[in-house]
């Protein structure tokens, strides 16, 4: 068992050491066979721009998550309010949870919806029965369209980001990076992460596509510059 242990390590290094080189990073290589393979670049040497070059970060961020079928908004900060109690006005929506850190300015105009504020103790089966959750955000991934969630007062637990339908969160510019590789610059690790690029969908063998399975079945993203 221990030769196998340390078989299948070697192995799991070997595939982590040849991603570092192909990044550029500083690595170990730990296989013999990756011995002589050139690590392009020093460490620390930014990845090429990839996707469109030409569009800036949050430009970036918002046509992938179009491309992913989310609604983007964006306004200044002291227009959130308004925002989300329009894009609430064109759906089917009665019930909201917020996470209890969230600035309560944001969902102050949202007239004749039942509000619930978690408290943490609420069963899943309570949850599920609400339409939409409004969150704020960690961090988020412009080339990949991602929104980062870890925890925080005002994103709330994992759970009520995932039974609700509808799901509102508040970006805000300055938290929009590039790239993947840089996330946990500015993530930490220390709590639960959920990663959300696009409303929930997955495809059946026949590549149906269905939406709503894995959470919410509509995204909606407001950014704040």
């Known amino acids: 068992m221990a030769v196998q242990a340390d078989s299948d390590r070697s192995s799991r290094m070997a595939v982590i050491d040849s991603i570092k080189a192909a990044l550029g990073m500083k690595s170990v290589i730990h296989d013999a066979a990756l011995a002589g393979v050139a690590t392009p670049g020093a460490p620390g040497t930014p990845l090429p ?32 309010a308004n925002v989300i109690a329009e894009l609430f006005s064109d759906q089917d929506i009665s019930s909201v949870v917020v996470p209890r850190g969230l600035d309560s300015r944001w969902y102050a105009r949202l007239g004749g919806i039942d509000l619930t504020v978690d408290d943490g103790a609420r069963p899943a089966v309570e949850l599920a029965s609400i339409d939409a959750v409004i969150t704020g955000c960690a961090c988020a991934i412009a080339e990949t369209g991602t929104i980062v969630l870890s925890c925080q007062p005002d994103e709330g637990r994992r759970a009520i980001t995932l039974l609700p339908d509808f799901h509102f969160c508040v970006v ?22 959920t990663l959300i690029s696009g409303p929930s969908a997955t495809s059946d063998i026949e590549l149906k596509r269905v939406e709503g399975v894995h959470g919410p079945r509509h995204l909606f993203v407001i950014i704040v510059s």
């Not at 469109?52 to 970060?57: A, G, K, N, V, Y």
């Not at 046509?63 to 079928?69: A, F, G």
């Not at 610059?185 to 220390?190: E, G, M, Q, R």
């Open 49 to 80: 721009v990839q996707g469109r070059p030409d569009l800036s970060t949050v430009d970036l961020f918002e046509e992938v998550l179009l491309d992913y079928r989310a609604t983007v908004r964006r306004c200044e900060e002291n227009q959130v």
């Open 172 to 193: 805000k510019s300055e938290v929009i990076i590039r790239h993947v590789k840089d996330l946990f610059k500015h993530v930490s690790i220390a709590n639960p992460i």
